[in-house]
């Protein structure tokens, strides 16, 4: 028997333990995490049932149907109606999960993402000095004067845009990366607005861009790097 998968005899029964009713689809939810990321359950096992999984954890059903709901909207599980739910196969978006379920664990993941996004956004912006062509240059360019000719306009949309930064990433021609970017655009976003700052001035963010562009097309990786580093301060100097 094979105690990696789920797939014959106990082997349903592997990993799993007894929670804290309280908080019981987040700690599920938690549970599944750590056992994809040990390799207890891997591709295409399938998971226990929901009547097996609440005899081994002392959650109810409806709760152990919740988390299970919830891991199929993030792409984990596939729910197959009449025969169980198995394990998906991973693809890039896979990256977002652990750190969609870290959320709310503290003050500690803030500053985390910050450090994350930091790092992610700096090497992409280094890299994209190197690697943007005339094409690239052209459509970064043409986003910003659209932006400082509407500047009024942007005075009011939404202030958690990262359409300057996914630019920049589609320039380093990297899907790993740039699935990455996507996933700490998208946590960053949710940190933000449970944050209070006030937004800087919409011609001073303008300014930063324009800072960043000039050195990209001048192939300065350094320059953009100390550019890039500065603007990601920006909420941060709004608080």
């Not at 990433?169 to 990455?180: E, P, Q, T, Y």
């Not at 700052?197 to 300014?207: C, H, M, S, T």
């Amino acid at each position: 028997m094979n105690k990696l998968t789920g797939n014959s005899g106990n082997s349903e029964r592997v990993g799993f333990k007894r929670v804290n009713r309280a908080a019981a689809p987040e700690i599920v939810l938690e549970q599944v995490k750590n056992l994809i990321l040990e390799r207890k359950y891997l591709p295409g096992d399938k998971l226990p049932p929901e009547r097996v999984l609440s005899e081994m954890t002392g959650v109810s059903r409806p709760s152990i149907r919740e988390a299970f709901k919830t891991l199929e909207a993030l792409g984990i599980v596939e729910i197959k109606h009449g025969s169980g739910i198995y394990i998906r196969e991973p693809n890039l978006d896979f990256a977002t999960f652990p750190m969609t379920v870290m959320l709310g664990k503290g003050k500690d993941i803030v500053n985390e993402l910050i450090e994350a996004r930091q790092i992610v956004e700096v090497e992409i912006v280094a890299l994209a000095a190197q690697r943007a062509d005339d094409r690239d240059l052209e459509e970064l360019r043409a986003f910003l004067i659209q932006r400082e000719t509407h500047e009024e306009k942007m005075r009011l949309k939404d202030q958690f845009n990262f359409d300057f930064e996914a630019l920049i990433g589609k320039m380093v021609k990297n899907r790993i990366l740039l699935s990455v970017q996507e996933a700490t655009h998208t946590l960053w976003g949710i940190v933000l607005r449970k944050i209070d700052f006030k937004p800087l001035p919409v011609d001073e963010i303008n300014e930063e861009h324009r800072r960043i562009f000039e050195a990209i097309r001048a192939k300065d990786a350094e320059g953009a790097r100390d550019a890039m580093i500065y603007h990601l301060r920006a909420p941060l100097r709004g608080v």
